[in-house]
């Protein structure tokens, strides 16, 4: 059974960097027809789908967010992670990381618990 | 990007109606289309991909249709587990995006 699990810190100050990682378990990062994503959730609110980066490297930004995100992964670790620069308390949300299944039909199956993101000023 | 809209955005309904919300897309996205319910503190989960095929694990009272711009999903008779928030979402581009989310409340 894949798990996903979010972790970093919950407090951020405007205008300094949010940092995410999100660590797989049950199954390994590189299988072949998924990619890795981002969601986030402001209170109250809808879901925002933030991007994905796939194992080889690629990724594909929400043009919303692309001039301030950075995502990676670290198949040796089995995660990968989010940066956001300059946040402000708009970046306030929970963020979801999740499994994207490209091999058919596409979708997202597994999603991590989500960790709350507070920005202050 | 492709939008998704939601209707209605809330409805009451009692244990054992039947329910159907549905979603619109902007533009055509064939049957790329998923529906997710979230619990509150909870992460969405995967009900309905393809517009029509049920995950594994989820109840057959819920089912998805419609191809295009417009679909379906219909809760056939909701029981207590079922009052939640719904969301469609279109995987039709590489840019992902949401419904508004649709709350079905206790009556």
Not at chain 1, 26 to 47: D, E
Not at chain 2, 68 to 74: Q, R
Request: hydrophobic content about 30%; proline content about 4%.
């Amino acid at each position: 059974q894949v798990q996903l699990q979010e972790s970093g810190p919950g407090l951020e100050k405007a205008s300094e960097t949010l940092s995410l990682t999100c660590t797989v378990s049950g199954g390994s990062i590189s299988s072949g027809g998924y990619s890795w994503s981002w969601i986030r959730q402001p209170a109250g609110k809808g879901l925002e789908w933030i991007g994905r980066i796939h194992t080889s490297g690629s990724t594909k930004y929400n043009p919303s967010l692309k001039s301030r995100l950075t995502m990676a992964v670290d198949t040796s670790k089995n995660q990968f992670s989010l940066k956001l620069s300059s946040v402000t308390a708009a970046d306030t949300a929970v963020y979801y990381c999740a499994r994207e299944d490209w091999s058919g039909s596409r979708y997202s199956d597994y999603w991590g618990q989500g960790t709350l993101v507070t920005v202050s000023s | 990007d492709i939008q998704m809209t939601q209707s209605p955005s809330s409805l009451s309904a009692s244990v054992g109606d039947r329910v159907t919300i549905t979603c619109r897309a902007s533009q055509s996205i064939s049957n790329y289309l998923n529906w997710y319910q979230q619990k509150p503190g909870k992460a969405p989960k995967l009900l309905i991909y393809a517009a029509s095929s049920l995950q594994t694990g989820v109840p057959s009272t819920f089912s998805g249709s419609g191809s295009g711009t417009d679909f379906t999903l219909t809760i056939s008779s909701l029981q207590p587990e079922d009052f939640a928030t719904y969301y469609c979402q279109q995987s039709y581009t590489t840019l992902w995006t949401f419904g508004q989310g649709t709350k079905v409340e206790i009556k």
